[in-house]
């Protein structure tokens, strides 16, 4: 077979220029440190790793979105441990206020104590996160979560909770509404009894016991009125849940116990006036806001105590708010338990992320990443080829028929 003088040479080029490519492609590896730069480098190889890059973008997304629930779950952990601070502060300060032998001067002290403690509470209930965002607003983040006048706040907020996508799988929730953490009980909540504004008899409650809190009744409303006065004073009982009179016009006496309901009893003291009334609910919407309740209780504080009715007035919004705050506890003790196991779950996700991101950064290296010993060999063994190209190439150029042996 003979070869032309164009195609030797064409051939020799070819040599040199495919050498020069492969030398070109192997030094790219080398100078990026990956095997595939391009689709063409490994086709199967960079369709696999489009995926497993997506897989792992989606992985570092979920892992920020869960820094952003923690922080914002957190956020509000800070605010509802200073609200717990604050009520067991209003607890102590309720205990020195029952004492009966207080002046009123000792009084409207420990109504000023009372009032900071409020204060305290209303400034976490109305507080912003970093962004300037109500925590406790639900979906109203620009609203003022309580608005009004002191005993008077009314909840402004929604009922939305904000939920995150914090796995492939899951959503948590990062915020309660104000109405589920200070206007809220548990279903555990104690009773608490309200003695009518217009009371004017001398009447306080001595006792709430719960004689047994599987009866059907248990957690009903109950009314307990008193008609007539002194010695001729009777009292009636009705279930305003089902509306049934459940005592009528019996015959009262200071001290004695008064049934609620198979569930309930009560122990009223004093001489009640015609027409006084008490309500017992369990965890009564009208019940439930300690804001609300702590007001009020200060207003009642800073009045004179100059009357039995006086006296009985304090007593019993004393007594009541007791019990307010104590559901009150238990309720914001609730949601952060709630706010705990939410924060419990997010660390144990990224700790499961933590791990996935390691696994995809291993696999994405070893389908993208170069071989660099076995790159820097080929690299040599390129050069060496080329060279090779090259000297065949110059040494083709100078044969001739004419040229001296």
Avoid: C, H, W
């Avoid at 620009?142 to 402004?156: C, D, E, I, K, R």
């Avoid at 009125?225 to 009528?248: E, I, P």
């Avoid at 009150?328 to 705990?340: A, F, K, P």
């Avoid at 196991?341 to 996935?356: E, F, M, R, V, Y």
């Amino acid at each position: 077979m003979r070869l032309s003088t164009n195609t030797i040479y064409a051939q020799g080029t070819q040599s040199i220029l495919d050498q020069q490519t492969r030398v070109s492609q192997i030094g790219e590896k080398l100078a990026t440190g990956k095997r595939i730069n391009k689709p063409s480098d490994d086709p199967r190889g960079a369709a696999q790793l489009l995926d497993m890059q997506q897989a792992s973008q989606i992985n570092d997304q979920y892992a920020s979105t869960r820094s952003t629930a923690e922080t914002q779950l957190s956020t509000e952990e800070n605010q509802l441990n200073q609200v717990t601070t604050a009520l067991d502060s209003a607890k102590q300060a309720l205990v020195q206020a029952s004492n009966g032998t207080l002046s009123n001067a000792d009084r409207d002290s420990l109504a000023n104590k009372l009032d900071g403690v409020y204060q305290q509470m209303l400034s976490a209930a109305n507080a912003k996160d970093g962004n300037g965002d109500a925590i406790f607003a639900g979906y109203s983040s620009s609203a003022t979560a309580f608005t009004g006048s002191p005993g008077n706040l009314v909840y402004s907020g929604d009922q939305g909770q904000r939920e995150l996508q914090v796995d492939g799988s899951r959503r948590i929730t990062v915020n309660d509404p104000g109405s589920s953490v200070f206007a809220a009980t548990t279903a555990n909540a104690k009773y608490v009894a309200t003695a009518d504004g217009s009371n004017s008899g001398s009447t306080t409650y001595a006792s709430l016991d719960v004689v047994a809190s599987n009866a059907s009744d248990f957690g009903d409303t109950f009314k307990l009125s008193f008609s007539g006065s002194g010695s001729s004073a009777t009292y009636s009982v009705v279930d305003q849940t089902t509306g049934n009179t459940l005592v009528s016009n019996a015959a009262y006496q200071s001290g004695q116990q008064i049934a609620l309901g198979s569930g309930l009893q009560t122990t009223i003291k004093g001489d009640p006036a015609n027409g006084d009334s008490y309500t017992f609910a369990k965890g009564a919407s009208s019940d439930s806001n300690i804001l609300n309740a702590l007001a009020n209780t200060v207003a009642t504080l800073r009045q004179p105590v100059d009357s039995p009715a006086a006296q009985a007035k304090l007593t019993n919004t004393i007594n009541r708010a007791n019990r307010q705050v104590d559901n009150s506890l238990d309720n914001v003790l609730s949601v952060r338990s709630n706010l705990g196991t939410k924060l419990s779950a997010l660390d144990s996700l990224d700790n499961i992320g933590d791990t996935q991101s390691v696994t995809d950064k291993q696999n994405i290296s070893k389908i993208r990443d170069v071989d660099m010993v076995s790159a820097i060999s080929d690299f040599s063994l390129a050069k060496v080829a080329l060279q090779a190209a090259q000297q065949t190439f110059s040494s083709v150029q100078k044969m001739s028929l004419f040229s001296q042996g």
